[in-house]
């Protein structure tokens, strides 16, 4: 990765890192009864009884993707690692955004409680924050995928 240069995987890594953590802070789920709403961040109590480390991961993954591309990128002195636990970059990028994305997708796909009753209604909804987190992780594979096809190398098995 050239020092000092944005590339467009890059920009599109750092997008989606900066979109999952501003997400990550507006409601992951939102609950509603008798009128009465209630909303859970990625970040919540709530949500972390239940969910945790799961929410908080998919945006640990972001956020550890876009810093590390900041860096190479905007940060000539620091020195990172090239393979870290043996691994490369692309291949750390890679598999990061992909368990974001698959988690993601996984609370999309799961069963929301909904139910109405003679005089009153419950339910559970997905808020603006998961939308954009699952806005976020799908950047964040097609960052990965522009890094590596930017490489004009083959990816290689570990």
Known sequence: MNKGKLTPASSVILAGGAIMLFGSFLPFYEFSILGVSRSWNAWSSFTNLFLFPLTTLIVVFGVVMAVQVALATFAPGTSLPDRPLGFTWDQVHL??????ALLMLSFLARTRFSAT???FRIETTLGVGFWLMLVAAIGLVVGAFMRIAATGRRPRAI
């Open 95 to 100: 598999v990061l955004s992909l368990q974001a």
């Open 117 to 119: 009753f003679d005089t």
